[in-house]
DNA sequence: CTGAAAGCGCTTACAG
DNA sequence: CTGAAAGCGCTTACAG
């Protein structure tokens, strides 16, 4: 069933059935109008997506580069992405890049020849990538990850200020011996944690030391084996701020492990939290992204096409949880904490 | 850049350019295969999709449809699945439902819409959204959660010999009030994991106890207030199956808080485990679903067009780690259990 | 082994 | 307000 097979049931051209399906291209009479949607609707038409791209020029599809999926972060921003594409009809090619700079390349190329109209980054290590996608002149949005020289637009967190909210909330708690447990260090978003951590301790007259500070993979096997080196001998920290969602995870099950008590021995607060965080053990206080506004900018931008670079920063919620030594469940009152926002 | 490019700047026909790109189709001499590839060099050409797709009524594109991807199981499937679709040239759509059957339904009528050669559907509640797909004549594969009835081709997880397994094992550890956390007691999942716990008890000679059995949502939220309501009060069991990973995780939540040691009185094991399992507090024994077959026996139903009506069924292992009471971490030797595959 | 051309199902100037 | 027709960039019979 096509365009034609609807126009002859209607006793018009297919100029005019497409004019009623994109409508308000071109005025049709509302006779005219309703002849062609009973038509349709007679035949059993359904528009084909591929005819129309091609003949538009656009394909209302957007490209999705993320480094692992099972990642709960990167699934999390996946879903935030796919529910913000579709509310504008734009749909997502998923590509897993299974961390991989090569696999990456290869994604772009595909989504580059399946025409897509823009095309969503979340990347590991240089951006190479990116460049086949601009050279195509492509929309590209950096999301996450930026580097520190990158060209094309980006929506990043706000790390150092997240990172500074959670060792300050650390502090709060009178804790004085505050490490950090961080990411690779060569990753940007590593380093920037790393200052709001420092920030935090230095306006809070604490001297970071550096025997407290360990730089990890973004893994829970990273969190879990830095936790055990950590905590396991040596001078302990009596809190720590762990950079991301599965570090933390990893260190709660090593401190389980060496039974150091948290938050009774060790004060946690994490970074990038998603769902996991609330039902850990002990729950996890950690610093909120907005996903729904990341995944709001991204999309905008990429539907306004052609973003200049820069970098659009968004805020994130410290979610007061447990494992900081805050009271767990939160009494009815309201609890001083900078955020209780539990989404 | 189009193929008539390349066909000008090699001195052939665009059918010759179309040959060399899609090799075998028809013979080509070497002389002129080598003026065409060098001239798509030298032009830059890249071939478009979306062309290619509506010439050749095929656009290499699967619709996946899951009810929610920050969910760690769907998204370790969807991460399978993707690895597995690229393979063979494929790309995945993404589609997440919100588990939501109204959502489900537009997803599928987009898919339809845009033509993808195939549809993987892990579905919600019942599967109208399917008949969409089948009626367009579009292949499609029911993955995880079929119905009873269901009258798509599908691959399923063996459900009840799963259950059964991770019941024996914790028989196996001198346990004799074995309680059950199941999922909604009307999802096919659910009764068959039910029945899998119920064979393992008979075959034990032990009898099964409904104070001790609970029906909750598959979700984090639903293990935690079911393990409140289950080890609060009354008859408690020492051995607990659980339907879902994110049940485990919930529960294990509910018992540090109520001081309930896990293995110590009580032991668990789960189903549908993936990484989060390996670093939860204790460390989860679970069944582990093979999700490269799950994936590969999808996609191959797939390829292969037009599947018929009747279940694939993939075995699992149970992985073995702290919650149900082995050793953890395992010994340098085999430890006795049915299967130590950590992948 | 190669070329000229129809056709995939739409959109969108161009003419009326 | 509407129609006839070109064109999007490929694939693939049809003829040689």
Known sequence: MTQADVARAAGTSTAVVSYVLNEGSRPISAATREKVLRA???????????????????????????????????ATLAQALEAEASRYGLVLLLGDSAESVTRERELVETFVARQVDGLVYVG?????????????????????????????????IDNVAGARTATEHLLGHGRRRVGALLGPADLPTSRARHTGWLDALTAGGVPADDRYLRWA??????????????????????????????????????????GVAVPGDLAVAS????EASRFSVPPLTTVAPRF????????????????????????????????????????????????????
């Open 40 to 74: 349709i609707e007679e035949v059993g038409y359904r528009p084909n997506g591929v005819a129309r791209a091609l003949a538009s020029g656009s394909t209302r599809t957007l490209g999705l580069v993320v480094p692992e999926l099972a990642n709960q972060f990167f």
């Open 124 to 156: 590991v290590g240089p951006h190479d990538a990116v460049q086949v996608a601009t050279a195509a002149g492509l929309p590209v949005v950096v999301l996450d990850r930026a580097a520190d020289d990158e060209r094309a637009a980006s929506v990043v």
């Open 217 to 258: 993979p973004f893994t829970r096997a990273g969190g879990h084996r830095a936790g055990l080196d950590l905590l396991g001998s040596g001078p302990v920290p009596d809190a720590l701020f762990v950079a991301s969602e599965d570090q933390a995870l990893g260190l709660l099950c090593a401190a389980a492990e060496l």
């Open 271 to 274: 970074f990038d939290g998603t």
């Open 292 to 343: 729904d506004e990341l995944a709001r900018r991204t999309i905008d931008l990429l539907r306004a096409g052609a973003p200049a670079p820069g970098a659009e920063i968004c805020a994130s919620d410290l979610v007061v949880r447990a494992s900081c030594g805050c009271p767990w469940p939160p009494p009815a009152a309201p609890v001083p904490a900078p955020s209780t926002d539990e989404r």
